[in-house]
């Protein structure tokens, strides 16, 4: 009879675990999810050196602390100023990517926040045209 008690609890204690994990891993899903979510791009007739300058002077102008590149290559370059990430990215036939990211996840504010630093980026490349 003890042995069987014993069992029971193991199994219960065993299932409840499953479901503790498995809501874990959930949670992270959406999490991660609402992540990716957080991100707006726009792409820009320019090279990348020329578009890389335009992203810092939008984000100057923008108020921000001055931009700090954590990652530069022939091909991306990464920005963090504050809660801003901006990945400016070489694509072929003269177009370059910004991907903006502001914040860790999904809001409407963050999502305006983020259109309004492409637009600026937008408008520091036609000021040097």
Not at 7 to 32: P, Q
């Amino acid at each position: 009879m003890r042995s069987l008690i014993l069992a029971l609890v193991l199994l219960v204690a065993s299932s409840c675990a499953a479901v503790v994990v498995a809501g874990a891993a959930a949670g992270a899903g959406f999490g991660y999810y609402k992540y990716q979510q957080n991100e707006l791009h726009q792409d820009y007739r320019a090279d990348i050196e020329t578009t890389l300058a335009a992203t810092r002077s939008a984000l100057r102008s923008s108020g921000l602390a001055e931009a700090r590149v954590t990652e530069q290559t022939s091909t991306e370059a990464r920005l963090e100023a504050q809660d801003v990430l901006a990945i400016v990215e070489r694509y072929p036939d003269g177009l370059t990517r910004v991907r903006v990211r502001i914040g860790t996840f999904q809001s409407k504010d963050h999502r305006r926040r983020s259109l309004a630093l492409l637009d600026a980026i937008g408008a520091e490349l036609e000021a040097e045209d």
